[in-house]
């Protein structure tokens, strides 16, 4: 009996460093994994999928499916937080990071943003320094399953030191560009940026 109150007691301990400094100010956290989505799920068939970067580079460049899964990948396990406050921790994808795409086109002097459109007609915009050394991929596993429709499949942005809403799903490209245009949440009054650690929930915060 005692043994087991002390060893209960060193799990609830162990437990609280896991989690401290890991949820952002005002998010709670979850377990499952809620779908939201600002109109119907598209359905792309992986034989019709593709994703391009164009705009400022030398040559845009498009993948097929079956080019993007031939990308080196890479296992992720993040954090995530949502701007309707959930954060759920240890999200593993399995991911072609945005620095290998970026690697296949040559990037005029003057690029400094993206739009990451998807299928369906969401955009979202990033600053490039939001994206490249690892701090962004293109996941098409979640949790060791191909990414469900309803998350993104075939494939999504994750983007995990930003709020949710920038992690694009049904990506179908970037654009790059020289002054930042706002995406679909952010022209309707979220921040351009969206860092959860700061609340960057709503332009002006
Ligand atoms: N294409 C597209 N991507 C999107 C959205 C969307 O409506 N369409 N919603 C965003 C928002 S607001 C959030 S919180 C997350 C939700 O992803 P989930 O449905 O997998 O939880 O996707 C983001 N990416
Ligand atoms: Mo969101």
């Given at each position: 009996?005692?043994?087991?109150?002390?060893?209960?007691?060193?799990?609830?301990?162990?437990?609280?460093?896991?989690?401290?400094?890991?949820?952002?100010?005002?998010?709670?956290?979850?377990?499952?994994?809620?779908?939201?989505?600002?109109?119907?799920?598209?359905?792309?068939?992986?034989?019709?999928?593709?994703?391009?970067?164009?705009?400022?580079?030398?040559?845009?460049?498009?993948?097929?499916?079956?080019?993007?899964?031939?990308?080196?990948?890479?296992?992720?396990?993040?954090?995530?937080?949502?701007?309707?406050?959930?954060?759920?921790?240890?999200?593993?994808?399995?991911?072609?990071?945005?620095?290998?795409?970026?690697?296949?086109?040559?990037?005029?002097?003057?690029?400094?943003?993206?739009?990451?459109?998807?299928?369906g007609g969401y955009t979202t915009?990033?600053?490039?320094?939001?994206?490249?050394?690892?701090?962004?991929?293109?996941?098409?596993?979640?949790?060791?399953?191909?990414?469900?429709?309803?998350?993104?499949?075939?494939?999504?942005?994750?983007?995990?030191?930003?709020?949710?809403?920038?992690?694009?799903?049904?990506?179908?490209?970037?654009?790059?560009?020289?002054?930042?245009r706002l995406g679909f949440w952010?022209?309707?009054?979220?921040?351009?940026?969206?860092?959860?650690?700061?609340?960057?929930?709503?332009?002006?915060?």
């Amino acid at each position: 009996m005692a043994e087991k109150l002390v060893s209960r007691g060193f799990t609830g301990k162990r437990r609280q460093p896991e989690r401290a400094g890991r949820v952002p100010p005002g998010q709670y956290l979850v377990n499952n994994f809620p779908v939201l989505s600002a109109g119907p799920t598209p359905r792309i068939r992986t034989e019709q999928w593709s994703f391009t970067i164009d705009g400022l580079v030398r040559q845009p460049v498009t993948w097929t499916w079956t080019q993007f899964l031939e990308l080196p990948s890479k296992e992720y396990a993040v954090d995530i937080s949502c701007v309707t406050k959930w954060t759920q921790l240890d999200m593993k994808w399995k991911a072609v990071g945005v620095d290998t795409l970026l690697e296949a086109v040559e990037l005029d002097a003057k690029a400094a943003f993206i739009t990451a459109h998807s299928y369906g007609g969401y955009t979202t915009n990033l600053a490039i320094p939001d994206i490249v050394n690892d701090q962004a991929f293109i996941a098409y596993e979640y949790d060791g399953k191909p990414l469900a429709p309803e998350h993104g499949g075939p494939a999504r942005l994750v983007v995990p030191h930003l709020y949710f809403w920038k992690s694009a799903k049904w990506v179908h490209g970037f654009r790059i560009e020289e002054r930042e245009r706002l995406g679909f949440w952010e022209s309707l009054g979220y921040h351009r940026r969206g860092d959860p650690w700061k609340e960057e929930r709503y332009s002006g915060d």
